[in-house]
């Protein structure tokens, strides 16, 4: 029930792009994104609850397709402070346990 | 608004001794609990979860244990560490079980087990 993460890292120049997608076999009630500096505590970024909604967060959004069970964490204009590896996570239901992903290592340089 | 600690942040134990490891929450009540460890790079994985005083749930059979004395008090414990409890360990909470589950993490304990 563990959510799968792609890519497993990403590199990325000031100022460039970026999609973490995180998919499901299980059907979806919510997804969960934290991004997690090293040596951290994961930071809640934003929930998507089913719905197909998009939401944001700064630069950062997401969207949640229910149907393919799957969300993409978009982020634009990538800063600096954007690396660190970022965890989906994924509920089944209102009483479900939440499932974390393995993680997105993001780099950004300057 | 809420917050959570941990303590001790870092904790250097030798191979077969205790541990005890404290979370607390504050500005909530009867919150859901967690335990999680994170091995070095890798991602969360899920030791405990609590929905209310000493309502334990455990998802990976080990040599831990957890408490919940109080409603805003969660303990990890272990009777014996192993070189392979060393880790990163994260207590959450989230707001109780109707709730979207969103889960705030607390600071976390770096356990080296030597």
């Known amino acids: 029930q563990q959510p799968v993460q792609s890519p497993q890292a990403v590199i990325l120049r000031e100022g460039e792009d970026a999609v973490i997608n995180c998919s499901s076999s299980?059907?979806?009630?919510?997804v969960h994104w934290y991004r997690q500096k090293h040596g951290e505590a994961p930071v809640f970024l934003m929930i998507?609850?089913?719905?197909?909604e998009q939401k944001g967060h700064e630069k950062i959004s997401a969207s949640f397709n229910e149907k393919k069970q799957q969300s993409s964490l978009y982020l634009t204009a990538s800063q600096l402070s954007y690396s660190g590896t970022y965890f989906c996570?994924?509920?089944?239901?209102?009483?479900?346990?939440?499932?974390f992903g393995r993680g997105t290592q993001l780099t950004v340089w300057p | 608004s809420q917050t959570i600690h941990q303590w001790p942040a870092t904790l250097v134990q030798p191979v077969g001794s205790p541990l005890s490891l404290e979370c607390t929450v504050e500005g909530t009540s009867n919150p859901n609990l967690y335990w999680y460890r994170q091995a070095a790079g890798r991602g969360l994985q899920l030791l405990f979860y609590?929905?209310?005083?000493?309502?334990i749930s455990s998802e990976v059979p080990q040599n831990l244990s957890a408490s919940r004395p109080q409603d805003r008090q969660f303990i990890l414990s272990s009777k014996k560490l192993l070189l392979s409890d060393s880790g990163f360990y994260l207590c959450?909470?989230?707001?109780?079980?109707f709730g979207a589950g969103e889960q705030y993490f607390g600071p976390g304990t770096r356990l080296t087990v030597t």
């Open positions: 959450a909470w989230s707001r109780p079980v």
């Open positions: 996570g994924s509920r089944g239901s209102t009483l479900g346990r939440l499932y």
């Open positions: 609590s929905v209310g005083i000493g309502q």
């Open positions: 299980k059907a979806l009630y919510s």
């Open positions: 998507l609850l089913k719905g197909g």
